[in-house]
């Protein structure tokens, strides 16, 4: 059983954002093979057992089966990842909340833990690239910045970004890493799929 993370010796949340669009995937990222299980449950099998709770934030009206975690739907539909991030936060138990992109099919849980920890004290702990890019959608929340978010939301805003100025924000470098990756389109899909299927000692 891996050991669960915690934030300032406090338990953490975890929810998985699965309510996108999938605009350029044209079809469900949640639920592409990736190759032998849904993304979405590859993901849950890299972080299963190392959270407090785990929830699945969900596009409005819509339902995932079989999964052994709660679902929270979208209020505002069509606001794409900020509103998953808002009911997700307002949603934990916690108040250290971690978000995940369900179409991240890799995790590196060391460096998970480590943005985990960086949140204590802060309203906010997001990694940074070597390039200066911020990672929103693999980042830690804590109930500290739910009313910005809620500001956001309200005023129209969609994106996350504008949070990391107004909030207590504590940045993690991620160096220049190349396990961070997202499958947006079906080229991605199909690199991923493609170095899924070769041995390790051949890639």
Request: proline share 9%; aromatic share 4%; with cysteine.
């Amino acid at each position: 059983m891996p050991r669960r993370y915690q934030c300032g010796n406090k338990p953490a949340s975890l929810v998985i954002l699965a309510g996108g669009a999938s605009r350029r995937m044209k079809k469900d990222k949640a639920l592409l093979p990736a190759p032998d299980r849904p993304l979405l449950e590859r993901l849950l099998a890299q972080v299963e057992g190392r959270f407090d709770e785990i929830l699945i934030s969900v596009s409005r009206g819509r339902v995932l089966p079989g999964l052994p975690y709660p679902q929270v739907e979208d209020e505002v539909p069509g606001r794409g990842p900020i509103e998953g991030v808002r009911r997700g936060v307002r949603a934990a138990r916690n108040e250290t909340v971690a978000v995940i992109a369900c179409d991240i099919p890799d995790i590196n849980v060391r460096f998970l833990g480590r943005i985990i920890r960086a949140a204590a004290g802060r309203d906010i702990a997001v990694p940074v690239t070597a390039a200066g890019e911020f990672e929103p959608l693999l980042a830690v929340y804590r109930k500290s910045a739910l009313p910005a978010v809620e500001r956001l939301v309200a005023s129209g805003e969609n994106s996350l970004l504008p949070l990391f100025s107004i909030c207590r924000t504590r940045t993690v470098p991620l160096g220049r890493t190349t396990w961070l990756k997202n499958i947006n389109t079906p080229e991605d899909y199909a690199r991923l799929l493609g170095a899924l299927k070769t041995p390790r000692g051949r890639r």
